[in-house]
């Protein structure tokens, strides 16, 4: 059965992004090698990706091309009349645990859940996260939006991998404690 | 010449202990070999501590011996009527940072940041930390005091190092990149 995975990058201070939404620190950390800190790897295990409205439309204002071709991509949302403009991506404004647990029964490959923090929430409290890798970079933002914003639901992990780079970046593997 | 080190404990949602102080989770991880995660050898660095009056108060009412024996310690607070209990413990209510720049000078030993939030974001502010030991327990805590508020000033750092444990437990070091 498919697993769902937060795949994330954070500041030292868990933020995702500025409170703007820009990303602009991800991109300004030297890396004369351009390791892609495992994500070519990751992604050939991945079928799925979900992602929340504001997280989409973050995604959208980047103005590359759609970043997740071959893949089946949702983006939920309560508005159901949300009209999405990227290929393969579909609008999801019903039951999410639902949703989910239909996909792993019908999917083989992973779900990448990308964000955001409300979304993280959702799925914390709903027991719907199998595994988390957090990509941790040496910066401390000091302001922005956080990955783990308040009022989650208390969680115990299991360690489960560590990869560091040459650049200061830590991917850190968690997997649920059941 | 010292180095004025943040040693802490922080949960995957970069929370450092429940909103009413409590730190019960750190202890309720399994720990069967009774690892110190490197308590001890970072100990035996430190000659001085420094935490704000708050942290001070809820290590207090942790209703243990006091932990700091043997070392210096300076509790920050604005109340210059504030009057210390413990052995070694001494009030610092007074230019924070020019205290910390005549304690390098004076002193041989690391410094030991202890916390909290607030001193963290004062330390950050004024450019006085120097290094970072982030003790990352594998659970998500969903509530409770920040290790890095808001309105912190950005800042770049170094990944130093990385150890962990048996059980869960990551430390992560990091300099800071002036």
Same mark, same amino acid.
């Given at each position: 059965?498919?697993?769902?995975?937060?795949?994330?990058?954070?500041?030292?201070?868990? #933020?995702?992004? *500025?409170?703007?939404?820009?990303?602009?620190?991800?991109?300004?950390?030297?890396?004369?090698?351009?390791?892609?800190?495992?994500?070519?790897?990751?992604?050939?295990?991945?079928?799925?990706?979900?992602?929340? *409205?504001?997280?989409?439309?973050?995604?959208?204002?980047?103005?590359?091309?759609?970043?997740?071709?071959?893949?089946?991509?949702?983006?939920?949302?309560?508005?159901?009349?949300?009209?999405?403009?990227?290929?393969?991506?579909? *609008?999801?404004?019903?039951?999410?645990?639902?949703?989910?647990?239909?996909?792993?029964?019908?999917?083989?490959?992973?779900?990448?859940?990308?964000?955001?923090?409300?979304?993280?929430?959702?799925?914390?409290? #709903?027991?719907?996260?199998?595994?988390?890798?957090?990509?941790?970079?040496?910066?401390?933002?000091?302001?922005?939006?956080?990955?783990?914003?308040?009022?989650? #639901?208390?969680?115990?992990?299991?360690?489960?991998?560590?990869?560091?780079?040459?650049?200061?970046?830590?991917?850190?593997?968690?997997? *649920?404690?059941?």
């Amino acid at each position: 059965m498919p697993k769902v995975i937060l795949y994330i990058a954070t500041s030292l201070d868990g #933020k995702i992004a *500025r409170s703007d939404g820009s990303v602009d620190w991800l991109e300004s950390l030297p890396n004369p090698n351009g390791l892609d800190y495992g994500y070519a790897e990751f992604l050939a295990g991945i079928g799925t990706t979900i992602m929340g *409205r504001k997280t989409y439309e973050v995604v959208l204002g980047f103005g590359v091309d759609w970043p997740y071709v071959g893949l089946q991509s949702y983006v939920a949302t309560s508005d159901q009349a949300y009209v999405t403009s990227t290929p393969d991506t579909f *609008r999801v404004s019903y039951d999410l645990a639902a949703f989910v647990g239909q996909l792993k029964s019908t999917t083989e490959k992973d779900i990448w859940l990308i964000g955001g923090g409300e979304l993280i929430r959702y799925f914390l409290e #709903k027991d719907l996260l199998d595994e988390m890798i957090l990509t941790i970079f040496p910066t401390i933002l000091g302001e922005g939006i956080q990955l783990f914003p308040g009022h989650l #639901k208390e969680s115990n992990w299991q360690l489960m991998d560590i990869k560091s780079f040459e650049t200061g970046i830590v991917n850190l593997t968690y997997q *649920r404690l059941k």
